[in-house]
């Protein structure tokens, strides 16, 4: 097998085990993952950057599934509500979660955005929350802080960039 055939591989299984991940989580909540969600989720999944909802509808397009936008916005709003994907703000992009496999615990996530390859991560920031909670409070205001958002440099490119 090729580099590339081999990356193609991994890439397909990365999808795979997100989708049978997804199809847990959906379940444990109750809410169809319908053939359409699913669709959108493996389009969103198959890349470690953030993709934006026409981006998301180009895709499906070129491969025969041709949709509405709203429809994409809705299969969109199902998967951010069973929480297997999130929205990055600053690029109005949408990304699977990178804690599928983390057993649902409740404490909120930091999103780390790569600015050269776009890649997002995802980290446990619920110390962070806390700290930003306690603060606001204590300046008498209620907080209502859904994400936190790091921009910077991921390790593949901090090495690419040493070479
Ligand atoms: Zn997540
Ligand atoms: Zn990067």
């Given at each position: 097998m090729t580099a590339n055939a081999n990356e193609e591989q991994r890439a397909k299984d990365r999808v795979k085990t997100s989708v049978d991940q997804a199809t847990v989580i959906f379940a444990e909540k109750n809410i169809r993952f319908t053939e359409l969600r699913k669709k959108v989720f493996e389009e969103i999944a198959s890349t470690t950057a953030s993709v934006g909802a026409y981006e998301v509808l180009d895709r499906l397009a070129q491969k025969g599934t041709r949709l509405a936008p709203i429809s994409v916005y809705r299969a969109l709003d199902a998967l951010l509500e069973a929480g297997v994907v999130h929205r990055l703000e600053s690029k109005n992009a949408y990304f699977a979660c990178?804690?599928?496999?983390?057993?649902?615990?409740g404490r909120r996530p930091m999103f780390l955005s790569c600015e050269h390859c776009g890649t997002v991560l995802e980290t446990d920031g619920e110390d962070i929350f806390s700290s930003i909670d306690a603060a606001s409070r204590a300046a008498k205001f209620e907080p209502r802080v859904r994400f936190v958002e790091v921009t910077g440099t991921c390790q593949e490119c901090a090495a690419r960039r040493k070479v």
């Open positions: 990178r804690r599928l496999h983390v057993p649902r615990t």
